[in-house]
Structures are given as C-alpha cells and as structure tokens.
C-alpha cells in the first residue's frame, strides 16, 4: 500500500470515527438549543484541520512509533537478552525466574508509559480544557504529567505481576483501595475531572504500544 492509499484509508476512517461526536454537537444546537453555529465558516476549518492532522499523527504513529515499540518490546522481553550473560555460557534453559532479572523491562515500561502518556491527544485535549475552565488554576501540563505518572508506575507494576505470576485480584484490590481513598480526601471539584483523565489515557497512542510489550512479555 503506498502512502497516499494509507492517507485515503486512515482519513476515511478518521472521519467515521469523528463525524458521529459531530453529529452530536451539531444536534444539539440545531435541534435542542435552536440557535445557529456561530463562526460556521471557522468551525468547518477547524473541522477539516482535525481530520488532516489526526490522519498525518496516525499515519505517523503506525509508520514509525509503533513498529519500533512492538520491536523494542519484544527484544527487551527475549529471553536471549534477558539471561544473555546465561546464553553467553551456553545455558540455554532457565530453570527459575527472578523478578530482578527484568529491571531492563520494568525501566522500558515505566519509559513508554510516560511518555506515550503525555503524547495521548485525547489527554493533552482534557489538559488544555482543564486549564482554561479553571482560569489556569489546573495547569494543563501539570494534568499530563501527574497522569503520565500514574500510567507509567501502573504499567512497571503490571509487567512486575507477569514476571512474578503473583494473583492478579490482589492488584485490582489494592488498585481499588487507594483510589477510593483518594476519592474521599481530594476536593470534590477535582474528582470528575481525575476520573475522566484516567479514561482517556486508554487511547489511540498508549494502548497498542503497552499491549504490544504486555503480550511479549507474556509470552516469555
């Protein structure tokens, strides 16, 4: 496939996946508000430039991020490199799993857990909203960063329960805890906005590259 088929196939489905938000808006004003898009011409520009732009990063993203992601994943989770000093040896058989033998992994993911974090557009769209609702009392760059955080500790910590086999609900409860502790001490005015920027870290950037070394960890 040559590169204008992949910009015709990534636009195309750019625009099925943004025309129903659209949709919406437009709705709403039209239908339930009764009023008339102000700056129609405007917001048509800004329309087309979303689908240009979003079709560019995604083209981007599975040119380039994506393949060397999934290959350092996969090279960093290899066993051969893992145990090289063992292989170097002629030991090709590994008879117990340490959890230290995979500090290279869990500095990996901490890594791309950061920074796909910060690159997710859906997350830099809720900072820079965040940021002008609350009259620059959120800093939009503060809200990435102490997401990103939070993301690139949960993933360390996700590659550490495969590594160790340790049971997965004891994470989930402990995961759960926290935040409901969390959820009773924080300003009530911050807790929707901290639920909905867990929400949208799930995204275009973050999850192929965070599925891609969980599933080569796994895997090995």
């Known amino acids: 496939m040559n590169m204008t088929d ?29 009023q008339k898009i102000a700056n129609l011409w405007r917001v048509i520009r800004g329309f087309v430039y979303v689908l240009i732009g979003l079709a560019f990063f995604l083209m981007g993203l599975q040119e380039a991020i994506f393949p060397l992601g999934e290959l ?21 058989t590994i008879q117990t799993v340490k959890w230290d033998d995979y500090l290279w992994v869990y500095a990996f993911a901490f890594a791309i ?6 690159a997710e557009p859906s997350l830099i769209a809720v900072g820079m909203k ?21 993301v690139a500790i949960g993933v ?3 590659c550490y329960r495969i590594v160790t086999g340790t049971d997965l ?14 959820t009773f001490r924080a300003p009530s005015m911050i807790i929707p906005l901290a639920y909905d920027s867990g929400g949208v870290t799930t995204s275009t950037v ?3 590259l965070l599925a891609a070394l969980g599933l080569g960890l796994a895997a090995t």
């Not at 490199?81 to 063992?86: A, K, N, Q, R």
């Not at 503060?142 to 990103?148: D, E, I, M």
């Not at 609900?169 to 969390?182: E, N, R, S, T």
């Open 6 to 34: 992949m910009f015709i196939d990534t636009f195309v489905s750019t625009m099925r996946d943004v025309l129903p938000i659209t949709a919406v808006l437009v709705g709403f004003q039209l239908l339930v508000l009764r």
């Open 72 to 92: 350092m994943a996969s090279q960093l989770t290899d066993p051969a490199f893992v145990y090289s000093e063992l292989y170097a040896q002629g030991i090709t």
């Open 113 to 118: 857990g950061l920074a796909t974090t910060l």
């Open 130 to 150: 965040a940021e002008q609702v609350s009259g620059g009392t959120v800093s939009a760059w503060g809200l990435r960063l102490a997401v990103s955080l939070g």
């Open 156 to 158: 360390s910590i996700g």
């Open 169 to 182: 609900w004891l994470y989930i409860v402990v995961a759960y805890i926290i935040v409901i502790a969390q």
């Open 206 to 208: 973050t999850v192929p």
